[in-house]
């Protein structure tokens, strides 16, 4: 394999290249910049092989005449998503017929792509003039604009252009912009298509101040919550429309400040932007590319006219509007922006302010035609009407009420309740899901698919008769959540503490039991308080109590959850805990694979002793006199070694003092973790120490069980310091 050197001028080492034996050579088609003399081309060879990727635009002008005079006999394959069709099919007079094609709705169907749905609103808003737009899109199709063209088409479109720009347009447009953006502000970030630099620059503007507007709305609705539930969702949303962060990506040209300048515009701000990107929370600065494909960044809203428009893929990005008048490729490239599966992406949505319908059924037509379609027909549309996305809600509806009928639960109780009755029936709901982890995991994803194609709805006018049952829905989602947000056990045990009272037997007075501090209760009697030993609980009994119980599924469920947590923040702590993590397991698999009663009564009394066990594990470093930190390393250096009393208190002293002193020396070194010097250093503190005669470990460890310990400690240390920050008494 070859690779050409960096640099377009260098033909001449691309034609040595081919003079000599390589099985593969990379290069640009740039590369191809001298002329070819047809009696002495690079190569005659015949099985010669041309893969071309994103093959259109250079691969049909001079640099593809040199290329293919330089290699006449070769076989050429090429790889592109919008095949040029303008006039004679420039693609497959260059390349050949289709060896295999891959349209949109395959793509969708392998779940490459997530749908596409399209909202005419140029028409609606009296936005769209289709025959200025069809002319505006002729001119723009006609070649790729640099900066001295893009003010030649602004000459020759005249009074088109001026009607297109105008300011009434353009601010109605941007206020209609924030209002339907913000309206479904939880389905993703959003890019904007301007018709050219000047009016992107001016669209940052007029989009920023009806956002200013947008926000002082949010703060007036946030005053007004009807509940406390409905204030909590204001407020969040007025949090997100404080941070979002919008911003204008254009290419750089010569001489833009005074361009910019005659249109009353300022580029200085927005070039420093563009070029600099965003501050992050460490002090670092984020590239702005970078940072709008960061689904997290709240940069979420950018404003283009060329840039990102093709090969700039951000999975995140949901809402494609556009106010250009596109044609055939460039339209397919653009509007596939917006159908990259993301993480609860459920579709792309494609907004078009400039009346494109006409020209995207023509490059239809064109691109999305299956190989066997004939002659026209089978024509797949990736865009589709907004009329399937309420179809698709109404089927996700479907899907909950079929979901939970099955379980003998009826939505409608919920709907048609309120106050204490509609708690009852929520209790109810969520007891019917929680049959086992695989139910409760399947309403989930039913619930967030009803949340999700309702936010995709969120501007249709079909909207409101869908409201009662998603609301519904969500409100035992978020019941189901709610039951185990809380990472303490505590709580949920003090809802289940009738059940132990009951089967617990009282202290003797004054008497004070070494017990677990979740499962107990405390007495008050007499004016005096009497603590229960986790020893005292007659399981039989318990499980005769759990039994009367009406939500046993529900509060299993919770109180799994909440020990599933603790368990994993104990072996965060120490890694020679992950026996309790199988043990947990264990208990679960064996509820998930019955269904009865006894099993589900059985599960809670299991839950129960193994809480007990956790929490005698939790005490376990008291007793031992040592730290969670100094805990875990003493474990890794005694594990599966006979010692003696002296030994361990021995290796005690060792865990202490070793784990102390690289806190206190290598691990304050600014990202030691990365570099592998330092590395190398904190791994050959460990090893020196461990053998030390004077502060190491006891003479009875073997030289591998010494290299075996020491590496298990640089590891833990790698996971668990790996930031090189550690603060003095962590």
């Given at each position: ?12 080492h ?6 000599e034996d390589?099985?593969?050579v990379f290069t640009?088609i740039h590369?191809?910049?001298k002329p070819?003399?047809?009696?002495a081309?690079?190569?005659g060879?015949r099985?010669i092989?041309?893969?071309?990727d994103?093959?259109?635009r250079?691969q ?9 005079a330089a ?8 790889f592109?998503?919008t ?8 693609t ?17 169907d392998d779940q490459a ?12 808003l ?9 002319r505006?899109?002729e001119v723009l ?5 640099d ?13 088109n252009?001026?009607?297109f720009t105008?300011k009434?347009?353009l ?6 912009f924030v ?7 939880e ?6 298509v301007?018709?050219d ?7 940052v503007?007029?989009v ?11 703060q007036?609705?946030v005053?007004a919550?009807p509940d406390?539930?409905?204030?909590v969702?204001r ?6 429309l404080r941070?979002?962060?919008i911003?204008?990506v254009?290419s750089e ?5 005074a ?6 515009l300022?580029?200085?701000?927005h070039r ?6 965003y501050e992050?929370?460490?002090g670092?600065?984020?590239?702005i590319?970078?940072a709008f494909?960061?689904p997290d960044h ?10 990102w428009?093709?090969g700039?893929?951000?999975?995140s ?8 008048p596109?044609k ?7 509007i ?15 907004v078009?302010?400039?009346?494109v319908?006409?020209?995207?059924r023509?490059?239809?037509a064109?691109?999305?035609?299956r190989?066997?379609a ?6 797949v549309?990736?865009v589709?009407p ?7 809600l109404?089927?996700?509806l479907?899907?909950?009420r ?10 409608d109780?919920?709907?048609r309740t309120?106050?204490?009755?509609r708690?009852?029936a929520?209790?109810?709901?969520k ?7 695989e139910?409760?995991k399947?309403f989930?994803?039913l619930?967030?698919a009803?949340?999700r194609?309702?936010r995709a709805c ?6 409101p ?16 959540q709610?039951?185990v947000?809380?990472?303490d056990?505590?709580?949920i045990?003090a809802?289940l503490?009738?059940?132990i009272?009951?089967a617990?037997?009282?202290a003797?007075?004054?008497e004070i039991?070494?017990i ?5 209760r405390?007495?008050?009697e007499d004016?005096?308080?009497g603590?229960?030993?986790?020893s ?13 119980r009406?939500?046993?599924?529900t ?6 959850a909440?020990?599933d947590?603790r368990?994993q923040?104990?072996i965060?702590?120490?890694?020679g805990r992950a026996?309790?993590?199988q ?7 064996a ?5 009865d ?10 839950l129960?002793r ?5 929490d005698?594990?939790?005490?376990r470093?008291v007793?031992?006199?040592l730290?969670?930190?100094?805990l875990?390393?003493?474990?890794m250096l005694?594990e ?7 030994e ?14 690289l ?8 990202r030691?973790?990365?570099k ?9 503190f460990?090893n020196?120490?461990l053998w030390?005669?004077?502060?190491g ?5 073997t ?14 240390v790698f996971?668990?310091y790996?930031?090189?920050?550690v603060?003095?008494?962590?």
């Amino acid at each position: 394999m070859s690779q050409t050197r960096d640099g377009l001028s260098d033909g001449d080492h691309l034609q040595r290249l081919f003079q000599e034996d390589h099985a593969y050579v990379f290069t640009l088609i740039h590369k191809f910049n001298k002329p070819v003399d047809p009696l002495a081309p690079y190569s005659g060879r015949r099985d010669i092989i041309v893969i071309s990727d994103e093959a259109h635009r250079t691969q049909y002008g001079r640099l593809a005449i040199n290329m293919r005079a330089a290699l006449p006999n070769a076989h050429y394959i090429g790889f592109t998503g919008t095949p040029l069709f303008k006039d004679d099919e420039i693609t497959k007079r260059l390349f050949g017929d289709y060896v295999s094609t891959y349209d949109f709705q395959r793509a969708v169907d392998d779940q490459a792509t997530v749908p596409l749905y399209y909202d005419n609103r140029g028409d609606k808003l009296g936005l769209a003039k289709p025959d200025l737009n069809q002319r505006i899109a002729e001119v723009l199709e006609q070649t790729d604009l640099d900066p001295d063209q893009e003010r030649k088409v602004r000459r020759l479109l005249g009074q088109n252009y001026r009607v297109f720009t105008s300011k009434q347009r353009l601010d109605r447009l941007a206020r209609d912009f924030v209002w339907h953006y913000t309206a479904q502000w939880e389905a993703g970030k959003a890019m904007l298509v301007c018709l050219d630099k000047v009016t992107a620059v001016r669209m940052v503007d007029l989009v920023q101040h009806h956002w200013q507007q947008r926000i002082r709305k949010a703060q007036a609705a946030v005053k007004a919550a009807p509940d406390e539930q409905e204030q909590v969702y204001r407020e969040r949303q007025l949090k997100w429309l404080r941070e979002t962060e919008i911003a204008v990506v254009i290419s750089e040209e010569q001489n833009e400040v005074a361009l910019f300048r005659e249109y009353g515009l300022d580029i200085v701000p927005h070039r420093a932007k563009i070029k600099t990107g965003y501050e992050t929370a460490d002090g670092k600065r984020i590239d702005i590319d970078l940072a709008f494909k960061d689904p997290d960044h709240p940069f979420r809203v950018a404003i283009v006219c060329a840039m990102w428009l093709t090969g700039f893929d951000v999975p995140s990005l949901a809402n494609l509007y556009l106010d250009k008048p596109l044609k055939a490729h460039t339209l397919m490239q653009a509007i596939a922006r917006a159908n990259r599966v993301f993480e609860g992406k459920d579709n792309g949505l494609i907004v078009d302010y400039c009346g494109v319908l006409a020209a995207l059924r023509e490059a239809l037509a064109t691109f999305a035609i299956r190989p066997d379609a004939g002659s026209g027909e089978g024509t797949v549309d990736p865009v589709r009407p907004p009329e399937r996305l309420v179809a698709a809600l109404d089927e996700a509806l479907g899907e909950v009420r079929a979901f939970l009928a099955g379980r003998g639960f009826d939505l409608d109780a919920i709907i048609r309740t309120e106050g204490f009755a509609r708690v009852a029936a929520i209790e109810q709901a969520k007891e019917a899901i929680n049959e086992n982890d695989e139910s409760r995991k399947r309403f989930e994803l039913l619930a967030e698919a009803v949340a999700r194609k309702y936010r995709a709805c969120i501007n249709l006018s079909e909207l409101p008769r869908y409201r009662l049952d998603e609301a519904a829905v969500n409100i035992v989602y978020k019941a189901l959540q709610e039951d185990v947000l809380d990472p303490d056990v505590a709580p949920i045990m003090a809802k289940l503490q009738p059940v132990i009272d009951a089967a617990v037997a009282p202290a003797v007075e004054g008497e004070i039991y070494d017990i677990t501090p979740i499962v107990r209760r405390v007495r008050e009697e007499d004016g005096g308080r009497g603590p229960y030993d986790i020893s005292k609980i007659d399981f039989e009994r318990l499980r005769q109590e759990f039994a009367k119980r009406a939500n046993k599924r529900t509060e299993v469920q919770t109180l799994k959850a909440a020990i599933d947590r603790r368990v994993q923040q104990m072996i965060a702590q120490n890694p020679g805990r992950a026996d309790y993590q199988q043990r947990f397991q264990e208990i679960i698999d064996a509820y998930n694979r019955e269904k009865d009663r006894p099993t589900i009564e059985a599960t809670f009394e299991a839950l129960l002793r193994f809480l007990a066990d956790l929490d005698e594990e939790a005490r376990r470093g008291v007793r031992e006199g040592l730290s969670e930190e100094h805990l875990a390393v003493f474990d890794m250096l005694v594990e599966g070694k006979e010692l003696t009393k002296a030994e361990r208190e021995r290796v005690k002293q060792v865990a202490r003092e070793l784990l102390d002193a690289l806190k206190a020396e290598k691990l304050r070194i600014e990202r030691w973790a990365e570099k592998e010097a330092t590395k190398a250093e904190v791994r050959t503190f460990i090893n020196e120490w461990l053998w030390s005669d004077q502060r190491g470990l006891p003479l009875s460890y073997t030289q591998p069980e010494v290299e075996n310990r020491a590496e298990r400690v640089f590891t833990f240390v790698f996971a668990r310091y790996g930031g090189g920050r550690v603060a003095v008494g962590m």
